[in-house]
C-alpha cells in the first residue's frame, strides 16, 4: 500500500513525506516501524520528539520550518528542539540527506495545516475502548502519569474532532490487531 502511494511520486526534490495520523495509541508507531523495516531509505520524525516539553499539538510550525522545509530542499535533519536545549535532552532529530521516504507519525502529524506541505495521509483507526485500553496500559507501566494523560485527552479530542484528518486522508488502516504485536 506505501509502494502504491509513493510510487505516485513528487514534484521537485527531497524524500516522499508520509504522515501517519490517528488517536493517541491507535499503531501509528508500531505502523511506521514496520514501514520503516519494508522500504529502503525510510526515516520516522515522531512528532512527540519535536512536541517534547513544547506543546501537545501546537508544534506543526517547528516541524515545518525545522524538518519538512530542509527535507525539501534536499538537505538533511539534525534537529534539536528549544525544549531539548533547555531541558538538557540529548540527541537529536535526525534524517539523512538521502532518505528516499520519511513517515511523520504521530498525532496531528496529518492536520490541514500540513497538507499542503506532506505527500499522503495514513490514517489509523482503532476503536476507541481499544486506544483507551492501550493508554491505561501505558499509564499502569508508568509511561504517563493518570494526570497526564487526562490533560492530554483533553485537548487530543477536541482537535482531532476539529481536524477530522481521516475525511482527507489517502488511506485508512486498521490499527487494533494487525499492527499489535
Do not use: C
Not at 506505501?2 to 521537485?12: A, I, K, W
Not at 519494508?38 to 520516522?44: F, G, R, V
Request: proline letters at 6%; hydrophobic letters at 40%; charged letters at 30%.
Amino acid at each position: 500500500m506505501v509502494r502504491e502511494l509513493t510510487d505516485r511520486g513528487r514534484p521537485g526534490i527531497g524524500p516522499f513525506l508520509l504522515a501517519i495520523d490517528g488517536r493517541s495509541s491507535s499503531g501509528k508507531s508500531t505502523l511506521a516501524r514496520r514501514v520503516a523495516r519494508s522500504i529502503p531509505k525510510s526515516a520516522i520524525v515522531h512528532t512527540d520528539d519535536i512536541a517534547w516539553w513544547h506543546s501537545r499539538l501546537g508544534w506543526d510550525d517547528l516541524l515545518v520550518a525545522h524538518v519538512i522545509e530542509p527535507l525539501r530542499r534536499g538537505e538533511g535533519v539534525d534537529y534539536r528542539p528549544p525544549a531539548w536545549e533547555a531541558r538538557g535532552r540529548p540527541g537529536s532529530v535526525k534524517v539523512p540527506a538521502d532518505a528516499a521516504l520519511v513517515l511523520i507519525e504521530g498525532v496531528g502529524s496529518g492536520r490541514a495545516s500540513l497538507a499542503e506541505r506532506v505527500d499522503a495521509v495514513i490514517w489509523v483507526h482503532s476503536d476507541p475502548a481499544v486506544t483507551e485500553q492501550r493508554n491505561r496500559r501505558r499509564i499502569a507501566a508508568g509511561e504517563i502519569d493518570a494526570e497526564g494523560y487526562d490533560a492530554w485527552m483533553s485537548e487530543e479530542l477536541p482537535f482531532q474532532a476539529a481536524e477530522r484528518t481521516w475525511d482527507r486522508a489517502d488511506v485508512i488502516v486498521s490499527g487494533e490487531s494487525v499492527l499489535l504485536p
